[in-house]
C-alpha cells in the first residue's frame, strides 16, 4: 500500500488522543480536515495493508496489578515455525519478534499478577521443550513512542 | 487486580480494538450490555487512572519505513549503570531503555536500549554514540535486529479468570 500524505497525518494524529465521544471519528476528522467517511475508509485500508496494527484503547497491565516481562528463548532455526506457534498461542504473550542473536524469539509477557509471569514461563517451557529467560525490568529510564511518517 | 467486573467487561470488549464505524463506543456497549454513555465514562475514568495508556493508533514501523529496529545492549559495570543509563535514555535516538538482569553465561548484558531507523547504517551510527557515551564503563555489547514481527496485539484478558 503506498501512503500518501493525508495517511501519513493521520498516523501522527491518531497516535493518542482519540476522542472519547458518542462520534469520536468525526471529531478526528474535522482536525484533519477530513469528512468522517473518508476517515474510516483510510482507517479500514491502513488496518487492513497492516500499515496499522491496532487501533483503540491500550491498556497498562501493570496499573491493574499485573506485570509485564521481557522474554527470550534460543529457538532453533529449524523448530522456528512450531514453536512460534506454540508460543504465539498463549494470551499472555502481548509481543514477539524475531531478533538476530542466539536469542532470537523475545516477547513480552503481560499477565493479570506478578506470579502470572513465572506460570506462563513454565508453561510456555514446558508448550516448547525451550528455555525461557525472563527479562524483567529492573529499573526503566525512558519510554517514548513517536513515529515519524 | 483492582479493576470491577463492568470494566474488565469492558476492557474484553475492547482488546481487539474500537471497529471503523462511525460510532464506535456504541458498537461496544452493544457487546457488553452497557449503554454507550457508560463505556465511554468507564474509558475516561480507566484513563485518568493510568489504566489505559492511550487511544488510538498503534504503527507497523516496518510499513512505514522504519525498517531497521536495533535492540542495542550493553554490559555495563554495575557501579556506573545506574547514573548512565539515564543518559542513554535521554537521548533522541533512544525510544525505550532499561537495566535488566544478565543471564549468565549466555546473556551478560545489563542495559537495554532500543533504536529505530530508516536503515540498519542509521541504527550503528546511533548506536556508536551510545557506546562513546558509555565509555570505559562498558565491557562488552550487541546489537540484536528485528527481522520479523511475530505478533503485536494488546493486552490479552483470559476469559472469565477473575
Redesign the interface.
Known amino acids: 500500500?503506498m501512503?500518501d500524505d493525508t495517511d501519513r497525518a493521520?498516523?501522527n494524529a491518531?497516535?493518542?488522543?482519540?476522542p472519547?465521544?458518542?462520534?469520536?471519528?468525526?471529531q478526528a476528522a474535522e482536525r484533519l480536515g477530513l469528512s468522517?467517511a473518508d476517515l474510516?475508509s483510510r482507517?479500514?485500508a491502513m488496518?487492513e495493508?497492516?500499515?496499522?496494527?491496532?487501533?483503540?484503547?491500550?491498556?497498562?497491565?501493570a496499573?491493574?496489578?499485573?506485570a509485564f516481562c521481557?522474554c527470550?528463548i534460543?529457538v532453533p532455526e529449524d523448530r522456528f515455525d512450531e514453536v512460534?506457534d506454540a508460543?504465539?498461542a498463549f494470551?499472555?504473550?502481548?509481543?514477539?519478534?524475531?531478533?538476530?542473536?542466539?536469542?532470537n524469539?523475545?516477547?513480552v509477557l503481560?499477565t493479570?499478577?506478578e506470579d502470572g509471569i513465572g506460570a506462563a514461563a513454565r508453561e510456555i517451557e514446558a508448550a516448547t521443550g525451550l528455555t525461557v529467560?525472563?527479562?524483567?525490568?529492573?529499573?526503566?529510564?525512558?519510554?517514548?513512542?513517536r513515529?515519524?511518517? | 487486580?483492582?479493576?470491577s467486573a463492568q470494566d474488565r467487561t469492558l476492557?474484553e470488549a475492547?482488546?481487539?480494538?474500537?471497529p471503523?464505524?462511525?460510532?464506535?463506543?456504541?458498537a461496544i456497549a452493544e457487546k457488553t450490555g452497557m449503554d454507550?454513555a457508560e463505556v465511554?465514562d468507564r474509558?475516561?475514568a480507566?484513563?485518568e487512572?493510568?489504566?489505559?495508556?492511550?487511544?488510538?493508533?498503534?504503527?507497523?514501523?516496518y510499513?512505514?519505513g522504519?525498517t531497521a529496529?536495533g535492540?542495542t545492549v550493553w554490559d555495563v559495570c554495575d557501579d556506573a549503570v545506574?547514573e548512565l543509563?539515564?543518559l542513554?535514555?535521554?537521548m533522541e535516538a533512544?525510544?525505550?531503555?532499561?537495566?535488566?538482569?544478565r543471564?549468565l553465561p549466555?546473556?551478560p548484558y545489563n542495559l537495554?536500549a532500543m533504536v529505530?531507523g530508516a536503515s540498519r547504517d542509521e541504527v550503528e551510527a546511533k548506536r556508536a554514540v551510545i557506546a562513546e557515551l558509555l565509555g570505559d564503563a562498558c565491557r562488552a555489547s550487541?546489537?540484536?535486529?528485528?527481522?520479523?514481527?511475530?505478533?503485536?496485539?494488546?493486552?490479552?484478558?483470559?476469559k472469565g479468570?477473575s
Request: net charge positive; aromatic share 12%; hydrophobic share 50%.
Open positions: 500500500m501512503l493521520i498516523i491518531l497516535q493518542e488522543g482519540f472519547l465521544a458518542s462520534r469520536p471519528y468525526a468522517e474510516l482507517l479500514t488496518k495493508a497492516g500499515v496499522i496494527t491496532r487501533f483503540g484503547p491500550f491498556f497498562d497491565a496499573a491493574m496489578g499485573g521481557l527470550a534460543a512460534n508460543v504465539n494470551p499472555e504473550v502481548a509481543h514477539n519478534y524475531k531478533r538476530t542473536h542466539r536469542l524469539m523475545w516477547f503481560a493479570e499478577t529467560y525472563l527479562f524483567p525490568k529492573l529499573r526503566e529510564f525512558f519510554i517514548g513512542f513515529v515519524a511518517a | 487486580m483492582s479493576i476492557i475492547c482488546q481487539g480494538g474500537l471503523f464505524v462511525p460510532e464506535p463506543y456504541a454507550e465511554i474509558l475516561a480507566l484513563k487512572r493510568g489504566i489505559v495508556r492511550r487511544i488510538g493508533i498503534a504503527p507497523n514501523h510499513k512505514l522504519m529496529n535492540m545506574q543509563g539515564p542513554v535514555g535521554a533512544v525510544t525505550h531503555c532499561y537495566i535488566r538482569p543471564a549466555i546473556w537495554f529505530h550487541d546489537i540484536l535486529y528485528s527481522t520479523a514481527i511475530l505478533k503485536k496485539t494488546g493486552l490479552r484478558l483470559k479468570a
